[in-house]
């Protein structure tokens, strides 16, 4: 399928004539004809710094968008009572609770998934290479609080629990040592002190910089989860329908940031550190972040079923759901199929394509395309 493409090479997006799906000779109109929007967003732990830079670099002007607020919150409820309300126009994020609402026969949608997998790890006192040994005497495992503060379970809790049934324990077969809230400044101290003491078999431990260190325990990092995470493009059909071309802009402008990231890695990072007279909060964060996703968001199949697997288990509302009908690939599809993302990685060097175009990492139950530049 061939487009007309009037960017440059050097330069960035200009204007795009895509072709109809049933009519390549039929042209569409270009991104300049586009009517202009200003974007108010509300994203999820921390998971800003795609639509910051996205705004920054250029990039949603070049497609008639701006940036008007950007505002976090910890609980997804009030993400997704925003979204229905028409307070905002999507969410960075919430990939748990939006089955509840496909249950609910609401129009919620995601269109892109920029990371889809995890590795967490474990602390023990001897070293360990599987669970297995705990199998018949029980295991006791010390990790956080499985419900956070607002009410709603932590997504990364609930992936420790599939961490461990992945290690061939049924669900609720571990008995789970609860030591306090994530940000808990002192959790990794409890987490050492529970296992050295025997308290419990083994900790969850995250990857927080600077950090508590982990002396005189034994660090086992489990295998790669597959799992919806990050800066998914969670919106609703009554935004996509009430405003023109929404998400194909949506869906370009993360696929262009990502390729800048890339392609101007310093830049990208002054755009983040520094703050200017924007309206809305700017939180900065990584580039490299941004820089790693990849640059076909599409979210891996897997993945999919493992956050809904952690929905089906929390919530008995959701059991009823087919796993892919919270998802829409068709927008970022139809770019894929034009040609446009294959442009971008032409234009990357052999050393950035080979930086981030690991392939296929292995996984306990298959293998996953996580970082590819190509996938």
């Given at each position: ?20 799906p049933r009519d390549e000779t039929k042209e569409l109109q ?91 790890r474990l602390i023990t006192r001897e070293p360990l290479t ?246």
């Amino acid at each position: 399928m061939r487009i007309d493409s009037p960017r440059s090479i050097s330069g960035w997006l200009v204007a795009i004539k895509r072709p109809h799906p049933r009519d390549e000779t039929k042209e569409l109109q270009t991104v300049n004809d586009y009517k202009p929007y200003e974007l108010n967003i509300m994203f999820r732990a921390g998971h800003s710094q795609f639509w910051e830079l996205a705004d920054k670099a250029g990039i949603l002007g070049r497609l008639n968008l701006s940036l008007r607020s950007m505002e976090g919150t910890d609980d997804p409820r009030v993400a997704e009572a925003a979204l229905f309300s028409g307070e905002i126009d999507f969410i960075c994020g919430n990939h748990i609770t939006p089955y509840l609402w496909v249950a609910r026969d609401k129009p919620i949608v995601c269109l892109a998934s920029p990371s889809n997998a995890v590795r967490d790890r474990l602390i023990t006192r001897e070293p360990l290479t599987s669970l297995a040994d705990f199998k018949a005497k029980g295991l006791r495992i010390a990790d956080w609080n499985l419900v956070a503060p607002h009410g709603i379970p932590s997504h990364d809790r609930l992936n420790h629990i599939l961490d461990i049934m992945r290690q061939g324990f049924d669900e609720g077969e571990a008995e789970w040592i609860e030591l306090g809230q994530p940000d808990d400044p002192e959790y990794r101290a409890k987490a050492v002190e529970a296992v050295m003491t025997g308290k419990a078999d083994a900790a969850f431990v995250g990857r927080f910089r600077g950090g508590q260190p982990l002396h005189g325990v034994h660090v086992w990092e489990l295998p790669v989860l597959p799992m919806i995470n990050g800066t998914t493009i969670t919106t609703s059909y009554e935004v996509l329908y009430k405003k023109e071309h929404m998400a194909e802009r949506l869906v370009q402008a993360m696929v262009e940031t990502i390729h800048y990231s890339r392609m101007h890695p310093e830049e990208a990072q002054r755009f983040l550190d520094v703050k200017d007279s924007r309206r809305y909060k700017q939180n900065g964060g990584s580039a490299e972040y941004v820089a790693r996703s990849p640059i076909k968001p599409y979210p891996s199949g897997e993945g999919i079923l493992n956050a809904y697997e952690l929905s089906r288990m929390r919530y008995e509302e959701a059991q009823g759901v087919n796993p892919l009908a919270l998802w829409d690939m068709h927008y970022l599809r139809d770019l894929d199929l034009s040609g446009f993302i294959d442009e971008l990685i032409q234009e990357e060097p052999a050393n950035v394509r080979g930086k981030y175009g690991s392939g296929m990492v292995n996984t306990t139950t298959g293998r996953l395309f996580t970082q590819s530049s190509t996938m």
